[in-house]
């Protein structure tokens, strides 16, 4: 099931309760900045090449007033942010208030403050509110800075100059967080326009707007879930063995090597410094070309572009991971999709897909096939890592008539672990039910499943009949193995109530594969 986006409107409505919570008052000023998706053209800024990015509906927003006392605090309604999530700093007192630290979020904003461009700062008080995946590799550091800036600007503006704010919360990101970033991060950031990817050439500084708006055409982004930290990764190693390379050539950069060049120099390289220099050269090209495929409407060629620029992430520049390859590889299986491939700085976070708008709901409903990695214990001391396929079932259930949601209600419920079970929480309010469960897998030890905080779905129905697909639990009780069974289960309660299937819309074909059903009121 596709995550819905909190718009601006309610990120900044989130973030403004909050602040008057807190202080007492409402806002006066907010800044806000969205995070990006990069097409093509991965490890390519730090080395002056081009790359493709655009920017997101994923949104970072800042809401706050100048203080009277000049202090300044700090709030981030971020769940996932590290502790504390409120800092005070009184910089007429302490130099070195600016300085990076703890907790890891606020360096992001020492660092906008640091290199402001119309410093000092007058104190103030702030809320940062995102819907941006911390660690998704969707630049949630650079929307942060650049929310920040246009925040300060607010507060007390400098010239306005767009390129110089860019290249201003680029700086910070490198003095303040550790990561020796390229620019493009921030340039789509401040630059991106909705509907077109940005075509950046990072020596230059010149971007190119790509329309990118055809309706039957979609970017699908998927998170891994595996968490990554550019700061503590291999992503400062990467750069180095970047500019090595481009030394050991004679050259300032990988942007001004060619593959022949690579070529006829690598007797004089050792083989990982080649093959990161030969990934960093072959996708400057690669992103010159998917721009123009782009622009073209020519999407198998991005699409293969895409594909390639994977392998190369994951076999020459070793920045993939074995969660990004399966979903780039379940995405590739599906009819529909021209192209997918991690994105952003590696070692976990999202890929990003290019395909047809109609092939969208059988990708998310592939995809949600996991892929789970545990270690099995024979003894002290003594582990073998395993690894099962794990089937996450989503039903997103709309209903008009709230009494048939109450009575969905007593009759589904998630099950324990233990066995125990509680009911599911219905929302009459919004006539919608969703329900998300996995069903155990006989390779999947008991202990690791209950690690996970799966939970499975059970139906109360003493006419039901075991079978492989429903399974008698206790007396009443039957477990829901998969999305066929739910919807047996799901048609014996509507055509009780007097409902019928509404055999044209959707597609037949869709009520077949059980992945969209309509019901009438008979």
């Known amino acids: 099931m596709a995550a819905r986006v ?73 769940e996932e942010a590290d502790e504390p999530r409120r800092v005070d700093l009184d910089l007429s007192g302490d130099p070195a208030a600016l300085s990076p630290g703890s907790p890891r979020w606020v360096s992001y904003v020492k660092g906008v403050m640091k290199h402001y461009r119309a410093a000092p700062v007058p104190g103030f008080r702030a809320v940062v509110s995102s819907s941006v995946p911390l660690g998704g590799g969707l630049s ?57 990817a940005l075509l950046i050439d990072c020596r230059s500084l010149e971007a190119t707007l790509v329309p990118l708006a055809d309706p039957d055409l979609v970017v699908l982004i998927t998170n891994s879930n595996v968490k990554h930290s550019l700061a503590g990764s291999e992503y400062p190693v990467r750069r180095r063995q970047c500019e ?21 120099a690598k007797a004089r390289l050792d083989d990982v410094t080649y093959r990161r220099a030969r990934h960093v050269i072959e996708e400057i090209e690669r992103t010159v070309q998917a721009a123009e495929a782009l622009k073209r409407g020519s999407y198998k060629e991005f699409g293969k572009l895409m594909v390639e620029s994977h392998t190369s992430l994951r ?28 994105t952003g700085g590696g070692f976990g976070g999202c890929t990003v897909t290019l395909l047809q708008a109609h092939a969208v709901h059988k990708v998310i409903l592939h995809i949600q096939v996991r892929i789970l990695h545990f270690n099995l214990r024979h003894g002290p001391e003594n582990y073998e890592l395993r690894t099962c396929s794990v089937r ?68 109360t129905n003493p006419e039901a009949t075991c079978s492989d697909d429903v399974v008698n639990m206790s007396r009443g009780l039957f477990e829901i193995k998969d999305l066929q069974s739910f919807v ?35």
């Open 6 to 78: 909190p718009d601006v409107s309610e990120l900044l409505g989130s973030a403004r309760r909050l602040y008057g919570q807190v202080f007492g008052e409402e806002p006066t000023v907010a800044g806000c900045a969205p995070g990006r998706v990069n097409l093509i053209g991965e490890h390519t800024d730090y080395n002056h090449g081009f790359v493709l990015p655009m920017a997101l509906p994923f949104l970072t927003v800042v809401v706050g007033s100048q203080s009277s006392d000049g202090r300044l605090t700090v709030i981030t309604a971020a």
């Open 140 to 196: 949630s550091s650079a929307s942060l800075e650049v929310a920040f800036y246009t925040f300060l600007q607010q507060l007390k503006p400098d010239d306005g100059d767009k390129l110089s704010k860019a290249l201003a919360c680029q700086q910070a990101e490198h003095t303040h967080a550790g990561v020796p970033c390229g620019i493009m991060d921030q340039f789509v950031s401040v630059f991106g326009r909705e509907g077109h």
């Open 244 to 264: 090595e390379a481009a030394s050991a050539l004679g050259r300032d950069s990988l942007r001004n090597v060619s593959i022949k060049d690579l070529e006829e």
């Open 315 to 342: 076999d020459l520049y070793e920045v993939s991971c074995s969660e990004l390859d399966e979903l780039v590889s379940a995405a590739m299986d599906v009819e529909g999709v021209y192209g997918s491939r991690m």
């Open 392 to 459: 996450v079932f989503t039903v997103d259930l709309f209903c008009t008539w709230r009494a048939f949601l109450a009575l969905l209600c007593e009759r589904f419920s998630y099950s324990s672990s233990q066995g125990s079970i509680r009911s599911h929480p219905c929302s009459l309010r919004q006539n919608r039910l969703e329900l998300e469960w996995v069903s155990k897998p006989d390779d999947l030890p008991q202990d690791q499943y209950d690690k996970q905080g799966y939970r499975g779905l059970t139906v």
């Open 488 to 522: 047996e289960e799901l048609l014996k309660v509507s055509l009780a109530e007097g409902f019928l299937v509404d055999l044209v819309t959707p597609d037949p074909a869709k009520i077949l594969n059980c992945t969209s059903l309509r019901l009438v009121k008979g």
